[in-house]
């Protein structure tokens, strides 16, 4: 992996790449006429080094925290590099903050200097800056944003910054070249799936460990789409990944993304699960709408390429495993896997010709792959696209852990795994209930592959700990091991299978835990049900609060219009119901107590920001404090 730059520090990174890839393009922003305008790696570290500059200037000292409110923007980078360059810590968010979340995390922060967007973030700002007394001054990022005379703008501070260098100023390189490993480098505030945000301590050894163990390499001519939230430590390492391997990023957005696709042409792309959920719906929905021709032959394309997949991943030794197939086994799914090859593998070239490469082309027709994380992607989703040939590398972390404890590769995609442990890493199963270790364990068959139990890590990634919270660190970081409070197992495969939440799980009067997540996404596979959450802890049984499909009901023949609709219409409520014993049955493989046995409709769909994080994980706790009534409902006389 020859242009890989390997860094202790980001610092170190920054000026690396500048030197390496000097006037490739590091960075583009999306222009107005969607053309996008690149800034090199020599160009984004002077400008880096010249904020950093007029930062220390006015004051901002080693270490010290500095807010960075923002999406996805050009500015943001820029931001971060004067920041680290000065050799303080930059605690991020996204623009969607709101007043209350700025006032406390700024405050618990210790934050005496704010970076924000634009003026409706100025707007948030302002009200909650009387709770800030200790923030001295604020930089707007946005040079068109209409703004009080004492407000600093981004573009004036790197002209002083750069005045102050041409001088010969050389203050911001003796910061930068200061900077130690073991220093923080983020202070990230988690979204709070279960209640208070907490801050989390990332140092630059932990983002560099990140770069380094890269289990796959990137070229110069890749070229990624930023799309998630740029504060989340997921985007994050994939823009120092991009910016380690000399390749460009284009920062785009939900309202562009179609457009951008096309006028990019990524290879690469950081994403969520909810980006492929979503144009799943509407290649199906595109489909389902279609002549009667462009159906037969979609399900044709469709039905080949699984076969001749799934037999590639067989040879490949890249089926999941999660019963240690015997020799009969194995030497039967062989036969089987050879003969739906054989069969299916020239009219798969074909209709991969006329079909399959067509829909390639809705993510600009080059793309090499994405690495999905931040939630588990359906099955059903997975194997989509994965099958018609657009790679889906899903990856598996969390803000504590810098975020990668595990992710597949082009050479181990293992579909319904979220791939190999990262290097450096060690991963742990733990019994949930003894808090033995049952993987790796010498006395279980097969080291204790196949067992399910908690997840535990260790790792370079694993941050310092929660920021003024001592205590709560305790409760998840031992001896430097990290409780990720996921149930998974280790497939026979050697990789790693996300199962649930212990914190999620539902344990029912009976005692049997119940892992909601498998449910859920069951259930979703549905074209009738957006949205649902499964409930049940101390029951007899579990139930679901359901989020129709509206429009799916609409386009087959049902009366409806909206939800309300729904819930007075007993054909539709019976379509339900048939959906949710269809899925979530023996036959699907779910166990009695597993089954739903009551459920309610929602109101309306789950909103960011309320009953969902910014990465689409429900919030549990505030669902079941909001539909508390609702679920309840679901458990007359005791239940």
Not at 225 to 241: A, G, K, T
Not at 537 to 561: N, R
Not at 570 to 586: T, W
């Amino acid at each position: 992996m020859p242009h890989r730059i390997r860094a202790e520090t980001l610092t170190d990174l920054y000026r690396l790449a500048s030197e390496r890839f000097g006037d490739r393009p590091a960075f583009a922003r999306r222009n107005p006429d969607a053309s996008y305008a690149p800034i090199s790696f020599r160009g984004l570290y002077d400008t880096g080094l010249n904020l950093a500059t007029a930062l220390i200037e006015r004051g901002v000292q080693a270490r010290e925290h500095v807010g960075l409110l923002s999406d996805n923007r050009l500015e943001w980078i820029m931001s971060d590099y004067g920041i680290l360059l000065a050799g303080a810590v930059d605690v991020p968010r996204g623009s969607d903050v709101t007043a209350d979340e700025i006032a406390y995390i700024m405050g618990h922060a210790d934050v005496r200097v704010v970076f924000l967007e634009n003026a409706a973030v100025w707007k948030k700002f302002e009200t909650c800056k009387d709770r800030l007394p200790q923030v001295q001054f604020v930089v707007v990022m946005d040079p068109a944003a209409q703004l009080p005379a004492d407000v600093l703008r981004l573009d004036d501070l790197i002209q002083q910054g750069a005045a102050l260098r041409k001088q010969g100023d050389r203050r911001a390189e003796a910061r930068a070249n200061a900077v130690k490993p073991e220093q923080l480098f983020t202070l990230i505030y988690t979204s709070g799936t279960t209640g208070i945000p907490k801050g989390v301590q990332l140092t630059h050894a932990n983002m560099c460990s990140q770069v380094r163990n890269l289990p796959f390499s990137l070229k110069q001519t890749d070229r990624a789409l930023s799309i998630l939230p740029v504060w989340h430590s997921y985007e994050r390492v994939f823009e120092m990944v991009a910016i380690g391997h000399g390749c460009c990023t284009h920062y785009t957005s939900i309202r562009t993304i179609a457009d951008d696709l096309k006028s990019v042409q990524p290879t690469m792309m950081a994403s969520a699960p909810r980006l492929w959920e979503s144009l799943y719906e509407k290649i199906i929905s595109r489909v389902k709408h279609g002549s009667r021709i462009k159906r037969t032959l979609f399900h044709a394309a469709y039905r080949s390429a699984r076969a001749v997949q799934r037999a590639k991943y067989f040879f490949r030794h890249q089926t999941l495993d999660m019963q240690n197939r015997n020799i009969a086994q194995s030497l039967s799914l062989a036969i089987f896997h050879a003969g739906n090859f054989l069969l299916n593998i020239i009219p798969y070239r074909v209709l991969d010709v006329l079909v399959l490469s067509k829909l390639r082309h809705v993510v600009g027709g080059n793309f090499r792959g994405t690495i999905s994380g931040g939630g588990a992607l359906p099955p059903h989703v997975d194997e989509f696209f994965n099958f018609i040939g657009i790679p889906v590398l899903e990856g598996y972390g969390m803000t504590e852990t810098s975020p990668v404890l595990a992710v597949r590769t082009w050479d181990n995609l293992v579909i319904g795994t979220v791939g190999a442990v990262y290097p450096e890493t060690e991963i742990r199963i733990v019994d949930l209930n003894t808090g033995e270790t049952l993987y790796p364990n010498s006395r279980k068959p097969k080291m204790g592959r196949g067992l399910l139990g908690e997840i535990h890590a260790h790792g370079p990634q694993i941050m310092q700990g929660y920021y003024k919270n001592a205590e709560t660190t305790r409760t998840v970081l031992r001896d430097g091991w990290m409780n990720t409070g996921d149930i998974g197992m280790m497939t026979f495969n050697d990789c790693l299978k996300i199962l649930g939440r212990s914190k999620d799980t539902i344990v029912l009067l009976s005692g049997e835990n119940v892992e909601p997540l498998p449910i859920e996404n069951k259930l979703c596979e549905s074209a009738y049900i957006l949205q649902c959450v499964v409930v049940g802890q101390d029951k007899k049984h579990i139930g679901a609060l359901i989020v129709p499909h509206v429009e799916t009901f609409q386009k087959t023949g049902y009366a409806v219009g909206s939800i309300a609709d729904i819930e007075a219409s007993a054909p539709a409520r019976e379509k339900l119901q048939e959906e949710i014993r269809r899925l979530i049955s023996g036959e699907q493989g779910f166990k009695p107590f597993e089954r739903i046995s009551a459920w309610q409709l929602l109101p309306k769909p789950f909103d960011l920001g309320d009953e969902l994080t910014t990465t689409y994980k429900l919030k549990r706790h505030v669902i079941t404090e909001k539909y508390r009534a609702l679920i309840e409902s679901l458990y007359p006389a005791h239940g």
